[in-house]
């Protein structure tokens, strides 16, 4: 009988004391990894995660007071570069529809599937944004393809599946949420996942009288019999004060239906199976490098902003009374030597600072971009585009991840339903961002083409608009011709005003069309 998997949130997972030792207690590998998660969480909290967690990243200075370290982490404001690249890199991707082969408009059962693939309302195209997401961020995600629990005893028939809608789903799971993990090697070499711990989150009311809920925290529990073929599930609840037994079953997989899609393994570990890090983590360093420069730059401006008010020559009564500075105020002393005057900060610490942190901004940009340079490189732009389409950026790669990780899911869903996998199925996800991020050389390129005439006005406005450079809605064709009938802004340098503009004819003198810079 299928087992149901219930869905799981994708929060972060923290245990407490009485927890440790229990089927909840993570395993050593899944603590080293999340640990090294914690300044990304912290970071895509935004400036309030950052200031709750106070000097775990913004260290108190010696002798300063707590009140004093209060109001300076008060005036720090987080510069998120971390998180406005995640969300532009992810963005790229799923700029357009990510597309099935074959047309799931054929076969009601997969058009279903990847229009709803969580049974939550996610088309194919937002789950495998989320996917991209989760392994951008930590460096690993995990799919789990799953089936839903029936009510009639044993597994539904093709007629009872196709009366009830009853298919397999998907749910995407953070690292975070998979605090435990089981495997061994096969006769073949090959490594299997022999049982697999996820954390589930569900909001419960009390009784249905009231409105108020309260998050709960589950445990599932889905292992693999020896022998590879079926297992069993449990599942458990944390309660008030123990642990309690939410419900069990088995399961006739002959696998544990989780795929696992990296972005990075962990380059540090003994073992790389199941163990991610951070792509951007380069990124997310340099960003807490920022949070503590401009912290300090926030500083700085209070002094630097206001003058010091110096007294000298008053009594010492005079200068032990408090003094209120602003308008409509009066400095006074019955010391005919006293003098009161301001003294300024020469702000050069300021532009020292200032400096700093666009030398910072700089270079988190750079880091950025990293995931969008091409992985090879040449020294012509020719070559640029004969090589194209056989280099990859890192971005790509996790692309071809994501999209070798649903493929694998879905023919996960295929074998549940005792149905073939559909001739030539492929997930196709936008990866030519080569007509997003236009390169300089090769818009020199095809200027220069268009100017020798290789290229008609036409064709050159189609490669332009295929860069993003030009508005979809632009018609290339509408606008050469339009583009034909204007007037020319500057005489024509060609010298005949009838001349046609997409084969401009030279001067017969040979002369150039306007002087040289050097003339």
Not at 11 to 20: A, C, D, L, Q
Not at 146 to 169: C, H, N, Q
Not at 170 to 193: C, L, Q
Not at 232 to 239: A, D, E, P, V
Request: net charge negative; hydrophobic share 35%.
């Amino acid at each position: 009988m299928p087992v149901h998997y219930l869905l799981s949130s994708t929060r972060y997972v923290r245990f407490s004391e009485s927890e440790k030792g229990s089927v909840m207690t993570p395993c050593q590998a899944h603590t080293e990894m999340v640990s090294s998660f914690e300044l990304i969480d912290d970071l895509l909290g935004g400036t309030a995660r950052m200031r709750e967690v106070g000097e775990r990243w913004m260290p108190r200075e010696p002798n300063e007071l707590v009140n004093q370290y209060r109001l300076r982490l008060s005036r720090s404001f987080l510069f998120n570069a971390l998180r406005d690249t995640l969300d532009n890199l992810v963005s790229r991707p799923f700029s357009r529809k990510t597309t099935v082969k074959p047309d799931p408009s054929e076969d009601d059962v997969l058009e279903d599937m990847v229009n709803d693939m969580d049974l939550e309302g996610s088309n194919l195209t937002n789950f495998a944004k989320d996917v991209f997401e989760i392994g951008s961020t930590y460096g690993i995600a995990y799919i789990l393809t799953d089936y839903p629990v029936t009510s009639s005893e044993g597994t539904p028939t093709l007629a009872e599946e196709r009366s009830e809608k009853i298919r397999p789903y998907f749910t995407a799971y953070r690292p975070h949420d998979v605090i435990g993990w089981k495997s061994e090697r096969m006769k073949n070499g090959k490594r299997r996942m022999t049982q697999v711990r996820l954390i589930e989150h569900r909001d419960e009311s009390e009784s249905p009288a009231t409105f108020d809920t309260k998050e709960v925290k589950y445990v599932r529990v889905i292992s693999m019999n020896e022998t590879g073929v079926g297992g069993t599930w449990q599942l458990f609840r944390q309660g008030e004060k123990s642990l309690e037994a939410a419900g069990q079953g088995t399961h006739t997989f002959d696998e544990i239906p989780l795929d696992v899609v990296y972005f990075k393994k962990r380059r540090d570990a003994k073992v790389r199976y199941m163990r991610g890090e951070p792509p951007l983590q380069d990124l997310a360093e340099m960003n807490l490098c920022h949070w503590h420069s401009s912290s300090d730059q926030r500083n700085a401006l209070r002094f630097t902003r206001f003058g010091m008010l110096v007294q000298t020559g008053v009594s010492l009564e005079e200068a032990k009374k408090p003094v209120t500075v602003g308008p409509g105020y009066v400095f006074r002393s019955t010391e005919p030597t006293a003098t009161f005057s301001f003294c300024e900060s020469s702000g050069d610490g300021v532009a020292v600072g200032e400096n700093d942190l666009k030398r910072i901004e700089e270079r988190m940009e750079l880091l950025g971009l990293r995931p969008l340079v091409e992985a090879t490189s040449n020294s012509t732009a020719t070559g640029k585009t004969i090589d194209e389409n056989k280099t990859e950026t890192a971005i790509q790669l996790w692309i071809r991840a994501v999209e070798e990780g649903l493929s694998s899911a879905f023919r996960r869903a295929f074998k549940m339903m005792a149905r073939d996998e559909p001739e030539g199925f492929a997930i196709d996800i936008f990866s030519d961002f080569s007509t997003l991020l236009p390169d300089p050389t090769i818009l020199t390129f095809l200027q220069g083409m268009r100017t020798g005439g290789d290229l008609s006005r036409v064709t050159f406005l189609e490669e332009v608009k295929r860069r993003g450079i030009l508005s979809p809605s632009v018609d290339p064709e509408a606008e050469a011709e339009e583009a034909a009938n204007d007037a020319p802004l500057l005489p024509n340098p060609f010298g005949d005003p009838k001349a046609d503009p997409d084969n401009p004819k030279p001067d017969p003198t040979g002369k150039p069309p306007f002087p040289s810079a050097t003339s």
